[in-house]
């Protein structure tokens, strides 16, 4: 039977992996409610990851290296808007293109700062992002387990909170949810469609910047091309399976970071199953929550859909 304090180490695991996904899948529902598909978070948050592993190793400031992180995300969430915004591009084309580019630089740019190695030197575990219950209680014990997280998870229960805010208590939120429902509607009001959705999809990649530094600077503690893998695209899947909602979002991670807690705890018990089969359980939960919940869950109207200026008829 699982004790007490094994049910806490779990709920501790499952808010340090969870919090990486609530960036992204956050950036998701920023783009995707103004009307434009980002399907490119997977390469936001490994150029994310790099950058913040590199920052951080160079500078020693772990605040520095998220800001950073978050900038480099909105710099390739920008070639996104310019080729679906601006030119009408397919945004799946588009976005598709951001998971290689994403990728492929980080590794260039990898090779370049660090003597042609694909992974980033260790950051000083003293550079790591703080954890700012640290010491405060017992050491093991059940409040220190669960509440001993880094800074990046209690800012990204923040983030929900506040991207939420925004698009539901305010006018900005409110225009954008307009242009993504019905941006004709929205430009005959006078609303700007071009400047919300360019607005929207950098936010979106410097929030998938931010899940990425949220695995290289507090998870672990340098950059390597297996960090993200795939945790780009069940950071979209919980987009979808929120209903395109931040609290919606929060949830469906928090359920994919509960099975990493699962795994690393599995893993440490001494249960015979291969760490193969166990590293399999994000995605088959992925593909059970797709399957299941798909089909109820409904978009933007006009997700996807480019918008270009002569199409308002008037």
């Excluded at 310019?82 to 990728?103: E, R, W």
Aim: with cysteine.
């Amino acid at each position: 039977m699982i004790s007490l304090t094994e049910i806490a180490f779990i709920l501790g695991t499952t808010l340090m992996y969870a919090a990486p996904l609530m960036y992204t899948a956050l950036g998701g529902v920023m783009s995707e409610n103004s009307g434009v598909i980002n399907i490119g978070l997977e390469g936001m948050m490994t150029i994310g990851a790099f950058t913040g592993a590199t920052v951080g190793y160079f500078t020693g400031n772990p605040w520095l290296a998220f800001l950073a992180a978050g900038v480099s995300g909105g710099l390739l969430a920008l070639l996104h808007a310019v080729a679906s915004i601006t030119f009408g591009a397919d945004q799946v084309v588009s976005g598709i293109a951001m998971n290689f580019l994403g990728g492929g630089l980080s590794l260039f740019l990898s090779r370049i700062f660090f003597d042609g190695a694909t992974l980033t030197r260790p950051i000083n575990l003293d550079d790591k992002m703080p954890r700012p219950f640290n010491g405060i209680f017992e050491r093991n014990s059940v409040l220190d387990l669960v509440l001993n997280q880094y800074a990046t998870v209690y800012i990204a229960f923040l983030m929900v909170l506040l991207i939420w805010f925004v698009l539901y208590k305010t006018r900005l939120g409110l225009r954008i949810r307009s242009v993504g429902e019905h941006p004709k509607a929205a430009d005959t009001l006078g609303i700007n469609v071009h400047r919300l959705r360019y607005f929207s999809v950098v936010c979106s990649g410097i929030l998938s910047g931010f899940g990425g530094a949220a695995m290289s600077i507090a998870v672990v503690s340098n950059f390597r091309p297996t960090l993200i893998s795939g945790q780009g695209f069940i950071a979209l899947a919980a987009m979808i399976f929120g209903k395109w909602k931040p609290q919606g979002a929060m949830w469906a991670c928090l359920l994919f970071g509960g099975a990493q807690g699962f795994i690393i705890y599995f893993g440490g018990t001494g249960v015979n199953i291969s760490n193969q089969l166990l590293s399999m359980i994000p995605y088959v939960i992925t593909l059970l929550v797709l399957m299941g919940f798909v089909g109820k869950s409904n978009g933007p109207k006009a997700n996807g859909e480019p918008y270009m200026k002569q199409d308002l008829n008037l």
